[in-house]
């Protein structure tokens, strides 16, 4: 199947909507509940973790000879903004979604528990 299409109805959902609601996804087509699978969430943070790993290494080599006393900071923040880049667009390449656990959508809709002095 390939990625993003409903294993219900086959509809594929938008890229978008699979970034910015991973955790309740639900079909435009069907109107099952979906998530995305345990291999398509590891894969794309592996992949944004290695992307930030190479610009921070990168952006070391470059920033370490500035005699800077915030050198620092430059490789760190620029490996963050390559994690936050390549993981998502990682996520909407290769999210294989598969139809939500009856566990997880138990979860999703119970009540908070009370406090016991209200």
């Known amino acids: 199947m390939s990625a993003r ?9 938008p890229a978008g909507k699979i970034v910015a609601y991973s955790n309740d996804l639900v079909c435009s087509g069907c109107g099952s509940p979906l998530e995305i ?10 992949a944004g973790l290695g992307a930030g790993a190479i610009v921070w290494w990168l952006a070391s080599a470059h920033y370490s000879q500035e005699p800077n006393a915030l050198g620092w900071v430059w490789p760190v923040l620029f490996s963050y903004l390559a994690l936050s880049i390549v993981a998502p667009l990682t996520l909407t390449a290769v999210a294989d979604l598969e139809p939500r656990s ?5 979860l999703d809709h119970e009540a908070p528990p009370s406090h016991s002095s209200h």
């Open 5 to 13: 299409q409903c294993p219900n109805c086959h509809a594929t959902m």
């Open 37 to 46: 699978s345990a291999l398509s969430r590891n894969l794309s943070a592996f």
């Open 102 to 106: 009856v566990d997880a959508q138990s």
